[in-house]
Every structure is written in C-alpha cells, then in structure tokens.
C-alpha cells in the first residue's frame, strides 16, 4: 500500500491528532510532521518529500506565499482566523490550496482530514494521467481508436493535434484535421458559446462555482471544474450536407470522465499548459429519442383520451390532464393512491373487481362501462388496460386508457331505435305494396296501363330509397318528375304543374294517393287535340284534404264503358286513405284524410 507523507505547519497540535486518527479510521498509511515555525519547513522540506502540506497562515503570516513558492508543487491545506480571508484568498491562487476558517471551538480540525483525503484523492488522479501519458504511445492509440467517441487533442491555440478514428462518423479522416482549428468541425452558431476567448469575457470578475462553471471545448481547467456533458453541434463535412444530412448532436466530456480536460507539464519551475484532451460521444439518437418523447408527451397531454400510467402494484406514476377533468379529482389525491381505488368505487358494483384483475393481470383488458363522476353524475367510459412488460418479461407497469363514449352509445341507441323503425316500415311498405299490386290488376287493365302502374310504384320507391327516408314520401317531388319517369314513352308531350311548394305525407297515405293521381293523369294523357298540355294541380285543405287536377278536356269518367277500369282502381287506393273520387269537365278531384302532412303553399 502506498504510504504518504503530510508535514502540518501550525501550532495547533490537534490537527496532527485528528489526521493520524483519520488515516487509522480510512486504513491509510500516512506519516505526519509536525513544525510550530516556518524556518524548518524551508529548511527541511522539498516538493520530492511530501504529498501534501497543512499550513497555518495565523502562524506562517506574512511568510505563507514564500513559504508556497518553495513547495510549488505540493498539494496543501490552507486554515486561518476569520480576517485572514485574503491570504487564504492568494495562496488558493498560488497553488490552487485547498482552505479552511477557523471556528472559536477549534471543530474545524475535524474537517482538516476530509480535505487531505480530497487532495490525496486529486493526488491520484493526476498520477493516473501521467501514467497514461507515459504509457506506449501505439497501445494508447490502438485504444482510443477503439472507442465509439471521438477522441481529441487540441493545443493551447485550438488546433487539433490528434483525432481518433471516430471523427470518420463527421466525414473527415483524422489526418485531415491535424492542424486545423477546432471551429472545423463545430456548428458555427455555437463557436461562441464554447469558444474560451469568447466565454471568458462574459465571466469576467464574476464567481461561478464548480456546478455554474461554463463548458469550453478548449478546456484549461482540472479537476471538478473541467468541462462536462457540454451539448454541441458538431458540422458534417460540406458534401455530406448537401445530402441533407442534420447537423449531429453531441456531449463533450473529459478523457475518460474522471480525468481533467486541461493538460499539464509540471515542474518544480512552473506548471505548463500543453493543450486540451477531450471526448465527444454522439448523442443525436438520444436526442431524437427525446424530441419524439417530448412530442408524444405533447400529445399525451392535449389529447382528451384520459390516460393513466401506473406501477406494478397499481400505484399511479403519470396521469393526464383528461384523466382529472374526466374523473373530477385532483393530483394530489391521484398520486397517493392506486387506480382501483380512485375509479373502482365509481363502477357499478359488480365491475370493480374486473379492473382490480386488469391492474394485476398480463393480459390486455378493456370495455364499456357506465362510470360515475365524484358530482353524481354518470357517463359511459370505453376502458382499457395494457400491461407493460420488462426485458425479463415481468410486469413492470399499467397503461389505462378511458374515453367518454356518451355521445357514441347515444347515437348506438339512435341507431337500434332507428333501425326498429325501419322494419316497421318495411313491413308497413311490403304490405302497402301486396295491396297496390293486387289493386293495380283491377278492371283486366291493358299491357300499357299495367307499366304504368307498376312503373309508378318503383319510382315512388326509388324516391325514398334517394331521400333515405322509407316512412314518408314528399307528393310535390313525385309529381314534378311523374311525366319523365311515368310517361317518357308517350310521343305526345305533356306538362305536370303542381301549384303548391311542398306536400310531405306517412307513407300508408302517399302511395295510394301517388298511384291514383297517376293513374287519373293516365286517363287524361295523352289529351285530345292537343300536341302539348299542362295539366295543374291544386291542394285544397278542409277536414279532408283534396287534390284538384285541372285539364282542358271533357270529363273523362263520363259515359265511358272504358274507363270503368280505371275509376275502380282510383276508388279502390282512395278507399285506404278514407277518400273518394269527384270528376267534371276539366277537374278532377281526389280527396283523401291524413294527421301528419307537412304542406305549403
């Protein structure tokens, strides 16, 4: 085991005490001196001799720098009286000593040994850089080389002075940047940001502290204060930019993070600065990484989905903002308990012990369940839960899922009652249509009269069929496309008008008065003498409503064997809507009774 040497410069003699006690505690060999003057320190003591000093300026006083000048190297303790904060001021200056106020108690001996351990600990790892600067300079190369990071060294000017292999992932070869200014490879928007010639001057005059120290990449500074987990953007060489390719993203820590960053040649003379190691690990996948978590976090967030993270045992990690609007509670008494408790008390009761199983299960698990708010209030909540597992495939955490599908069961519910409705109508429709059928063969009807009538009957369907309504049909509509649809093959043409906007009737009511108006219109067309005519129809409404259709000819029904046919047809369909047919020259009427109609004129 190493043994080193500590030479305690003070009048205090238990500060010796408390060393040699703390090296026994911490099982180190030390050897401690003992000097009450200055006189035998610089009589006795070479840098060579000694790891580390402890030196008293209250005894020392105004020989302390004199007495640092001659163990320049040496690593040391400064301790003094409250006023004597200068001197502890320059000596940390002079040898970067590390220092300590006294306290009126004498306790602050107690703290003497932590800060030799501090200093022997520094001790050794600058010992270690040297070793690894006196190791073989190939064994060294063949490992940096190895490594994934970029690996470099930069003079005191910036320049770079070795590069491993690594720096290939930017598109350069190391031989490429030997010689060439670390500005090369960096982003030129952060040049100023990690440049020491720019980021000292803002520092100037001004404390940071090791935790508030700025990030350089030409690094001078050791020990804690050396630069780490610097973020920058390192500049792809130009042609691998035209490709497209983003600048990359990556941390600049020191040589093997434990080492310092600044590089020095000391000697018992003065302490040379020969230029900055560093190493650069790209982190642009983790960077990538966190702006896709960020914007799933976003996401996650904004969305109204409630959603709920909980741990192994069901206790909630993470909850979004849905998930306490839609359960009415509040993150304080979300993250103390578990999900079972804050929605099982809120299910109907036979449901809770389903989503106590889903939260310890390894199975997904998910339905509809009618969920009650900590107002009274009730909504349907679509629920489902995900169990998340591990590399060793054990389950780490829940992920729940729970969406307000209030509206969606709503219109479920619409959806089936609609349904219904339409069966009714169809049944209503299949039989409306077995009765016009057998109507429509009334009186031995000719082949002409028979299209007529079934043509009639599918473009009344196929109304409804366009409207999407199957238990009304709108009469107006029917009327206006009656002479193409019904009558397109007669070579006479002829003109339906009827004079009142709309007439919308239930459909037991609209299809027997559409087939007898077209089967009256059937009687009157073509009309006599005439190569064109317009035949109009009025709605007059009483206590039975009534169709008038006007034409210019003789009253067809009148003393005519012929038409006995299709009078009997029009009575039989009127007869269902509790109606009758009144006929003269130039009217017809058609009277029927309907509870629900929507007319206008």
Sequence with gaps: ??????????????????????????????????????????????????????????????????????????????????????????????????????????????????????????????????????????????????????????????????????????????????????????????????????????????????????????????????????????????????????????????????????????????????????????????????????????????????????????????ANPSFFRMNEVHPEHVFDSRVAEILGGYLQEEQPGELEAALTGTHMWEADRIVWTRSGNSRWCWIRVYPVFDLEQQVSQYVLFQEDIGERKQRELELARASESHQEVLKVIHHRVAANLQTIFTGEPTREELHRRVTAQVYAHELMQQSGVFDRLNLVQYLNGLADAVFSNVSTRGRIRPTFSELVLEINVALPLALAATECLGVLWPPTGAHTATFTVDLEEREKHALHIRHSGDDPFAGSASMSGAQAVIETLLAHVDGELQHAEGEIQLSFRSSQSTSGE
């Design 1 to 318: 085991m190493h043994e080193y040497s500590v030479h305690c410069i003070t009048n205090e003699t238990r500060v010796a005490m408390e060393i040699r006690s703390a090296a026994e505690y911490w099982d180190v060999q030390l050897t401690v001196s003992s000097y009450t003057d200055v006189d035998g320190p610089l009589d006795h003591i070479t840098p060579s001799q000694s790891d580390v000093a402890v030196i008293d300026v209250d005894l020392t006083a105004e020989r302390t720098e004199e007495l640092l000048e001659h163990l320049r190297v040496m690593r040391s303790v400064v301790i003094g009286s409250s006023g004597s904060e200068d001197q502890l001021s320059r000596a940390h200056a002079l040898n970067g000593s590390e220092f300590l106020l006294k306290d009126e108690q004498g306790n602050y001996t107690i703290l003497v040994p932590t800060l030799l351990r501090k200093l022997l600990r520094d001790e050794d790892r600058e010992e270690t850089i040297r070793d690894i600067i006196r190791s073989s300079e190939e064994r060294y190369r063949s490992l940096i080389d190895a490594l994934p990071d970029i690996v470099y060294k930069i003079d005191p000017n910036g320049y770079f002075t070795f590069v491993n292999r690594s720096v290939r992932m930017l598109g350069y070869e190391p031989t490429e940047l030997i010689g060439r200014h670390f500005s090369t490879i960096v982003d030129e928007s952060d040049i100023d940001r990690i440049s020491r010639g720019t980021v000292l001057n803002k520092y100037r005059n001004h404390i940071t502290g090791t935790e508030n120290a700025p990030g350089l990449f030409d690094e001078r500074r050791t020990g804690d204060r050396r630069t780490r987990n610097l973020e920058i953007r390192l500049q792809k060489r130009a042609e691998q930019e035209q490709n497209g390719d983003e600048p990359v993203i990556a941390s600049l820590t020191s040589y093997g993070e434990i080492t310092a960053t600044g590089q020095y040649r000391s000697s018992v003379a003065q302490r040379y600065f020969m230029g900055t190691v560093g190493i650069i690990r790209n982190i642009s996948e983790r960077k990538r990484s966190q702006k896709r978590l960020r914007q799933l976090s976003f996401a996650i967030e904004q969305i109204e989905t409630a959603v709920c993270i909980a741990d192994w045992n069901s206790g909630v990690d993470y």
